[in-house]
């Protein structure tokens, strides 16, 4: 009798790390569902003469999906109805030329601008950055646009 105890005492103990197993793995896929945005701490320590706010830096391809590109002129009617419009305080584009893969699995090297705007962090500037994003993959048919967020120690 003193091993049947045994061995039923080692399946508790088995059938009890599975669980907490099944817990560690489940958690974080059962709060990827709540509205809550998590968020981690970064420290920054600027200089006293400089401010800390966000860069956005948003990578906007130019190849139209089935076919085209932006041409130029959509391009400046873009940033000038939009980014200009967004960001009144300024923003700077650059060309560029890249390469990702889309939802096809097929890889697209293609022209692109890159957009680097600075800002408070706020939700008005969040809806922003949104919103901008939006309208071009609306505006040109994109499938994404890539934004890249990150504090910066600014100083003018």
Known sequence: MGFRRAVFASDDRMR???RVL?????MPVALQGCAVEWTREH?????????????????????????????DADWK??????????F?????????????????????KEPGRIVVVVHAENDGSEATIRDAIGRYRSMF???AVLRERGVVCVSF
């Open 88 to 108: 009144p305080k300024g923003f700077t584009v650059l060309d560029s030329h890249g390469a990702w893969r889309g939802d096809d699995g097929k890889t697209v």
């Open 16 to 18: 009890v790390r599975v």
């Open 141 to 143: 048919h994109q499938e």
């Open 22 to 26: 099944i817990l560690i793995v489940a």
């Open 77 to 86: 009617r873009f940033e000038t109805d939009v980014l200009g419009q967004a």
């Open 43 to 71: 420290r920054l320590y600027c200089r006293s003469q400089e401010q800390m706010l966000i860069r956005e830096t948003l990578y906007f391809g130019l190849s139209i999906p089935g076919g085209g590109e932006v041409s």
